[in-house]
């Protein structure tokens, strides 16, 4: 039976915020917007259990924006510390050390570095302890904090600080993203998600639906990023949605494995219309039109269209190429 | 009763009423965690034992659940201890006490499975206490008390006890277990300042972007770190009135009138101290101080003992490629203030990868004092018996000309 959602429409969004404003991140950064919506839905009983990365510059000491509780860790073991706090609650409240009340939820945020690369070993030790936490992986696709280099998150065709294009590699970078829904998956959790702010009922209402769930619930939320991506900072909102509605980030679900797409949009957007707007994709438009570059992307968002489309049994309006 | 290192190092965790024990294998350490695992697993031990996917998540996960306000201990040895380096340095910096054990083994390459101190002492510049033990009461004996420094408001900074591998993890002695009463009494439950809390949210491990906060924070923990040596030895104080055993940062060894000493730490102590007792029966001025604490690094203490001697050897189980022991600037760096300092400090360097050192090796040291052997350079001697150099030569030879 389908939980009933408190999120219904944009008015449903909570007024309370446990994040104040004015910290130190970039303006428009898509991330903290993740953050704060994350936030809403929790409310304030929350550890947050950091990674290295863009995030862990906002709680910058003396300034600390956030009225919860914040564990920076390391790279690679982010997953590990919510491990400790998640078990030393449990034995405490068992041995009545500490009171019910005192307890707290517990969720990892990375960026894509960390749950994609350095962190995907402490990662599947979480999941496959069936550790419960939650993870919010906000997906700037590339390393964002050290100026924007290639991660295994990484779009094909993307310029980064590592995979520049030039003659013999013009379209910058070449490796296809890691699929890390899948990879998630493939560990058996309750509850996976992926998300975007700018759908923002859809965000709430699946961590909302998270947390009904015992174990580990895992959301991949796409994070704008003006300063790497290459837009003004007042377009993350929309950048996201065009990433939503040229089917470049497929906003879905997996309940106990079972994968379904939350919104799909009824005709997808040539994903030329997102790609032309970032300047990371410059190189495919100027100064000469990387034709098959642009038609390889969008037979991969075909594609991924096509089977969720048959696996489902849903209509999809896919874009000639 | 008799019991192995690793065993007495289990029953440290047992009554010092560990409530979280994360985990993970690695030979020599692993039967530690297989008993507390066992011991959990019957009920016998009220804690949580969770074994991880990496010694870097599981000493992850000990710091954050002692934020969280838990008795933490773990064990590891070697590799896991280089594996988890990076997050030592960031569980001082968080002031999460929490006990490590670390069962000494050599490093790779070339691997190997027996001790020298090039892993624990790879860790001597994170902030972790570090006390160094002989036999296997004051394994147990020695994680008690760290518990207690280690959690002190003045200290709050996480600590290591280190036994050798094989020689005392697998050696079998008797060691007196405590009550568990007593142990109460010694060491009450830890009382976190500021932990994890809904209704009084914190924030660990911030950023700091600013050399001079930076500077100050380390600084702090310095001051801190050296303040253990004294609440050590008030714990140490009351730890005798107690269970009747007595523990100082070192231990003289027939140093009254000792005229020749050796310096040395950790199982081969016991070797060392047969050399000292036969040179005695001969009229030989022998003594021996052994390092117990090796940080906070026990400088007035080293130097307290071996001023006025007329030589002194310092005995590296360990070597810093390039330089040579790594203990044995630090006792020189004790002394040089002081104006009756030993005339020799001679720098030794034995025990590489479990290397046995013979009672005959240890003479020999004090023989090498005696004569001002290397008195004129501050190169390490290092020791190798004849049969072994052949013996190794031999193998060397068959590596290089054996064909099939």
């Known amino acids: ?321 | 009763m008799l019991m192995t290192g690793n065993m007495a190092a289990a029953w440290g965790a047992r009554l010092g009423r560990a409530d979280y024990i994360p985990a993970y294998p690695i030979t020599p350490q692993t039967e530690i965690i297989e008993t507390i695992a066992k011991w959990v697993r019957l009920g016998e031990m009220d804690a949580k034992l969770v074994q991880m996917e990496s010694e870097h998540s599981m000493l992850t996960a000990a710091g954050a659940a002692s934020l969280a306000g838990a008795r933490v201990f773990t064990a590891t040895s070697s590799q896991g201890l280089l594996y988890a380096l990076e997050m030592l340095y960031n569980i001082s910096g968080w002031r999460a006490p929490m006990m490590l054990i670390n069962v000494a083994r050599a490093l790779a390459a070339p691997i190997t499975l027996e001790p020298d101190h090039n892993d624990v002492l790879a860790a001597r510049d994170t902030g972790f206490l570090q006390f160094h033990a002989e036999t296997c009461q004051e394994v147990l004996d020695l994680i008690l008390l760290a518990y207690r420094v280690a959690e002190d408001s003045s200290v709050l900074l996480p600590a290591i006890v280190n036994l050798d591998g094989f020689y005392l993890s697998f050696t079998r002695e008797k060691v007196t277990l405590p009550s568990e009463q007593d142990v109460s009494t010694f060491l009450p439950d830890y009382n976190p300042p500021n932990p994890f809390r809904a209704n009084m949210p914190v924030s660990k491990g911030a950023t700091v972007l600013n050399g001079a906060l930076y500077s100050y924070f380390k600084y702090h923990m310095h001051t801190s770190s050296i303040r253990a040596l004294s609440v050590f030895e008030e714990a140490a104080l009351q730890f005798e009135r107690i269970f009747g055993r007595s523990y100082s940062p070192v231990e003289p060894y027939m140093m009254d009138d000792a005229e020749f000493v050796i310096v040395i730490s950790n199982s081969f102590s016991t070797i060392a101290k047969q050399a000292v007792r036969r040179l005695r029966e001969r009229g030989f001025p022998a003594g021996l101080l052994k390092l117990r604490m090796l940080r906070p690094f026990p400088s007035s203490l080293v130097a307290r003992y071996l001023s006025a001697r007329r030589g002194v050897a310092v005995f590296d189980q360990n070597i810093s490629l390039g330089s040579g022991g790594i203990i044995y600037p630090e006792v020189v760096a004790s002394l040089y203030h002081r104006r009756n300092r030993p005339q020799l400090l001679l720098p030794v360097i034995g025990g590489l990868g479990g290397k046995q050192i013979t009672v005959e090796e240890m003479e020999k040291i004090f023989e090498a004092i005696k004569n001002e052997i290397g008195a004129e350079s501050p190169d390490p001697i290092f020791l190798m018996r004849q049969e072994e150099l052949e013996t190794t030569k031999n193998m060397v030879r068959t590596a290089k000309e054996v064909q099939i």
């Open chain 1, 1 to 321: 039976m389908e939980l009933q959602s408190k999120y219904k429409t944009l008015r449903d969004v909570p007024q309370i915020d446990y994040l104040a404003p004015g910290g130190s991140l970039c303006a428009g950064c898509g991330g903290l917007l993740a953050v704060r919506l994350f936030h809403k839905v929790l409310g304030k009983n929350v550890v947050w259990v950091n990674a290295a990365g863009c995030m862990t510059i906002m709680v910058n000491y003396p300034l600390v924006p956030l009225k919860s509780n914040w564990l920076y860790t390391a790279f690679a073991s982010a997953p590990a510390g919510a491990q400790g706090i998640r078990d030393a609650f449990d034995i405490l409240i068992r041995k009545g050390k500490i009171p019910e009340s005192e307890d707290l939820k517990v969720v990892v945020l990375t960026g894509d570095g960390a749950a994609y690369d350095i962190g995907l070993q402490s990662t599947s030790g979480a999941i496959y302890r069936n550790l419960d936490f939650y993870y919010l992986c906000y997906d700037n696709q590339a390393y964002g904090n050290t100026g924007f280099q290639v991660s295994s998150a990484t779009p094909v065709g993307s310029a980064t600080a590592t995979t520049p294009p030039v003659p013999s590699e013009p379209a910058g970078n070449i490796q296809k993203r890691k699929d890390l829904f899948e990879i998630w998956r493939a560990h058996n959790p309750p509850y996976i998600a992926t998300l975007s702010s700018s759908y923002t009922v859809d965000f709430l209402r699946k961590v909302e639906k998270g947390s009904t769930f015992k174990g580990p619930k895992l959301y991949i939320s796409l994070a704008g990023c003006p300063t790497g991506w290459g837009y003004d900072p007042r377009e993350t909102i929309r950048e996201e949605k065009l990433a939503v509605e040229t089917g470049i980030w497929p906003l879905k679900e997996a309940v106990e494995g079972k994968v379904k797409h939350t919104v799909v949009p009824r005709a997808l957007k040539p994903v030329e219309e997102y790609l032309a707007t970032q300047s990371r994709y410059q190189h495919l438009f100027n100064p000469v039109r990387r034709k098959e570059v642009i038609r390889s992307i969008q037979e991969q968002v075909n594609l991924y269209w096509e089977e969720a489309s048959k696996r489902e049994d849903f209509e999809i309006k896919l874009v000639n190429t």
